[in-house]
C-alpha cells in the first residue's frame, strides 16, 4: 500500500522530472498539497512527509483545520484556492497566509480591510480565465492589468502573480494552449510588477505540462491523497 509520504514523494520526482525536461530548476516549482474534504490526519501525515504548504477550498472546512493545527504545527503555510463569496472574506483574511482566486475589486477590498494588524501582508494571486467553459471563474485576460493595479495599491495585500484552472480535458493540445496563454499573460504583468513570482497552474492530471509552460506552484490534491 502506498502512503501519502510515498505519494508525496512520487509527486516531487514527478516536479523533478517535468522540470528537467525543459531545463528548469525543481527548487523554482513548489508543491501545495491540496487537502480538501481530507481529515486533519491526513494532513499531519504530510508534514511528517515534509510538506509545510496546504491549499484548502471551504471556507468553513479551511478554519477549522488551521485553527485545529495552530498550537502544533505553527509553520504549515495555508492557501485558500476556492471560490469566494463577499460575506466570507473576513475568514481568509484572518486565518490563509494566501488566497489564489482573486477575481473582484470588491473583494480584494474587503480582504484588505480585514487582515490583521499583526500578520503580513495577506499574498494574493487574480484567477484568470484562461478556460473555454462559460461557468468557470476569474477575470478575463483584459481585466487583469486593472485588478493588478487595484491591488498593488492596497498595502495588507501583497500581489504575487495569477492563477488558473483550465479546461476539464484530456486534450493535450488544448491544455498547452491555455497554459501558454496564461505564462504569456504572467510575463506581461511582470513587466509592471516586478515582485511577482507566482505561478498558479497544474493539478495532479496536468502537472507536467503546467511546468513545461513556466508553472512556480502546481496543486496537488488527489494524487496525494487520494480520489476524493
Ligand atoms: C481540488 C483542486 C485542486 C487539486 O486537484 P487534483 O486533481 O485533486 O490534484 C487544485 N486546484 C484547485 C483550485 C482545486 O479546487
Redesign the pocket.
Given at each position: 500500500m502506498t502512503t501519502i509520504a510515498d505519494r508525496i514523494s512520487i509527486a516531487q520526482s514527478r516536479i523533478k522530472q517535468a522540470a528537467q525536461n525543459c531545463s528548469r530548476l525543481p527548487s523554482d516549482i513548489s508543491l501545495l498539497a491540496?487537502s480538501?474534504t481530507k481529515p486533519i490526519s491526513d494532513i499531519i501525515a504530510a508534514y511528517n512527509a515534509g510538506q509545510r504548504q496546504f491549499?484548502e477550498?471551504y471556507v468553513q472546512e479551511g478554519q477549522e483545520k488551521i485553527t485545529a493545527l495552530a498550537a502544533n504545527y505553527p509553520d504549515i503555510e495555508w492557501h485558500f484556492?476556492?471560490p469566494l463569496q463577499s460575506n466570507k472574506t473576513k475568514i481568509v483574511a484572518e486565518h490563509f497566509d494566501w488566497m489564489h482566486t482573486l477575481s473582484r475589486d470588491k473583494i480584494a477590498q474587503r480582504l484588505n480591510d480585514q487582515r490583521p494588524a499583526n500578520k503580513p501582508p495577506l499574498n494574493v494571486c487574480i484567477q484568470v480565465n484562461i478556460s473555454q467553459e462559460d461557468s468557470k471563474s476569474g477575470v478575463d485576460a483584459n481585466e487583469v492589468t486593472t485588478l493588478a493595479l487595484t491591488i498593488s495599491k492596497l498595502p495588507n495585500l501583497s500581489l504575487r502573480g495569477l492563477m488558473a484552472?483550465p479546461t476539464a480535458t484530456d486534450d493535450i493540445r488544448i491544455q498547452q494552449q491555455e497554459f501558454a496563454n496564461l505564462s504569456a499573460l504572467f510575463q506581461q504583468l511582470k513587466q509592471h510588477h516586478p515582485g511577482i513570482d507566482t505561478l498558479s497552474m497544474g493539478?495532479?492530471?496536468d502537472m507536467d505540462i503546467a511546468i513545461a509552460n513556466g508553472s512556480t506552484m502546481v496543486?496537488?490534491?488527489?494524487?496525494i491523497f487520494g480520489e476524493?
Open positions: 491540496v480538501k491549499g477550498n484556492i476556492g484552472i493539478m495532479s492530471a496543486r496537488i490534491g488527489s494524487a476524493r
